[in-house]
């Protein structure tokens, strides 16, 4: 049962001019399908092979000789929760349970904002930052290349990917205003409020 690439939840002008199509281009066309093409040849043959995405990350997590499977099975993961959080015209508020937690565990809508946007700005090099579930509480983190929330028991709720090649093309260096343009126009409530 190979691992396949899903196609993007939208067109790829849909995002413009915030990610461009060029970008998508590269990052789900290129980057993204290297992640499945190169986990696809290591499981081959394996007892992985016939395991669901999850379970080859929770399994690979813990072992040092399969390090190489668990960057490309995370990364294939990452991206594909990464593109569903986003969506044409998005940005805005959070409604419902998703406002009413988020206010709880953070205090304020605008502080959680500015806790997530922190920690994507500041990981150092490549890697991710999330809102996740940890029991009833809801966390900000950030994780380093291709590590994920799955791998430590965590149920994630929306990413931003922070490797230079989810920006770099239309933003060059200025991560921060990539950050800003995913919260403010891009960024889909409707499926984080749905990971709930
Ligand atoms: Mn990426």
Request: glycine share 6%; charged share 20%; aromatic share 12%.
């Given at each position: 049962m190979a691992i396949v690439l899903p196609d993007l939840p939208y067109s790829k002008d849909d995002l413009a001019p915030y990610i461009s199509a060029n970008t998508l281009d590269f990052h789900h066309?290129?980057?993204?399908?290297?992640?499945?093409?190169?986990?696809?040849?290591?499981?081959?043959?394996?007892?992985?092979?016939?395991?669901?995405?999850?379970?080859?990350?929770?399994?690979?997590?813990?072992?040092?000789?399969?390090?190489?499977?668990?960057?490309?099975?995370?990364?294939?993961?990452?991206?594909?929760?990464?593109?569903?959080c986003m969506k044409k015209n998005g940005g805005g508020k959070p409604s419902g349970k998703l406002a009413e937690a988020i206010d709880k565990n953070?205090?304020?809508?605008?502080?959680?904002?500015?806790?997530?946007?922190?920690?994507?700005?500041?990981?150092?090099?490549?890697?991710?930052?999330?809102?996740?579930?940890?029991?009833?509480?809801?966390?900000?983190?950030?994780?380093?290349?291709?590590?994920?929330p799955l791998a430590h028991g965590l149920k994630a709720l929306l990413t931003i990917d922070v490797w230079e090649h989810a920006y770099y093309l239309d933003y060059q260096n200025r991560r921060p205003d990539y950050v800003s343009a995913f919260f403010e126009n891009l960024v889909n409530w409707d499926f984080v409020a749905s990971n709930l």
């Amino acid at each position: 049962m190979a691992i396949v690439l899903p196609d993007l939840p939208y067109s790829k002008d849909d995002l413009a001019p915030y990610i461009s199509a060029n970008t998508l281009d590269f990052h789900h066309g290129k980057h993204h399908n290297a992640y499945v093409t190169n986990l696809n040849k290591l499981i081959a043959g394996t007892d992985m092979e016939n395991l669901s995405l999850e379970d080859i990350i929770i399994k690979s997590a813990k072992d040092p000789a399969m390090t190489g499977i668990f960057n490309n099975g995370a990364q294939v993961w990452n991206h594909t929760f990464y593109w569903n959080c986003m969506k044409k015209n998005g940005g805005g508020k959070p409604s419902g349970k998703l406002a009413e937690a988020i206010d709880k565990n953070f205090g304020s809508f605008e502080k959680f904002i500015e806790e997530i946007k922190n920690a994507a700005v500041t990981q150092f090099g490549s890697g991710w930052a999330w809102l996740v579930k940890d029991g009833d509480s809801l966390k900000v983190m950030k994780t380093s290349n291709a590590d994920t929330p799955l791998a430590h028991g965590l149920k994630a709720l929306l990413t931003i990917d922070v490797w230079e090649h989810a920006y770099y093309l239309d933003y060059q260096n200025r991560r921060p205003d990539y950050v800003s343009a995913f919260f403010e126009n891009l960024v889909n409530w409707d499926f984080v409020a749905s990971n709930l």
